[in-house]
């Protein structure tokens, strides 16, 4: 069971990024897959999850309107999707998966979290 990162690197503030979460395929059954992210010297903080039963997706506000989160299941793929990248979004991205369902008021808390891609830097430039 494997959580693969990618898609970071050095943006240029206001610019647009894509991350992907691959995953082997019995991951992706899970019910839910999130993205968390470290900005340096910091704690590591939920972002957005999306899940197989729940037909909304979670944001934290910073990202609301400007990340989205989708899930391509015939790729075994969860993307995140930033627009409007500012410097406070630099960071370590890291993808998550739970294999069962989980009340939406606790999608943001990483220990309820059962598998960890490695994490993809993002670094935005101001």
């Known amino acids: 069971v494997q959580l693969q990162a990618s898609g970071g690197g050095l943006v240029q503030a206001g610019g647009s990024v894509r991350l992907s979460c691959a995953a082997s395929?019995?991951?992706?059954?899970?019910?839910?897959t999130a993205w968390f992210r470290q900005p340096p010297g910091k704690e590591r903080e939920f972002v957005a999850a999306i899940s197989r039963t729940h037909g909304i997706p979670s944001y934290v506000d910073s990202v609301k309107g400007r990340f989205t989160i989708s899930r391509d299941s015939t790729k075994s793929t969860v993307y995140l999707q930033m627009l409007s990248l500012e410097p406070e979004d630099t960071a370590v991205y890291f993808c998550?998966?739970?294999?069962?369902?989980?009340?939406?008021?606790?999608?943001?808390?990483?220990?309820?979290?059962?598998?960890w891609g490695q994490g993809t830097l993002v670094t935005v430039s101001s």
């Open positions: 998550a998966a739970r294999r069962g369902r989980l009340v939406r008021s606790a999608w943001y808390d990483l220990r309820q979290y059962d598998y």
């Open positions: 395929p019995r991951t992706l059954s899970n019910d839910l």
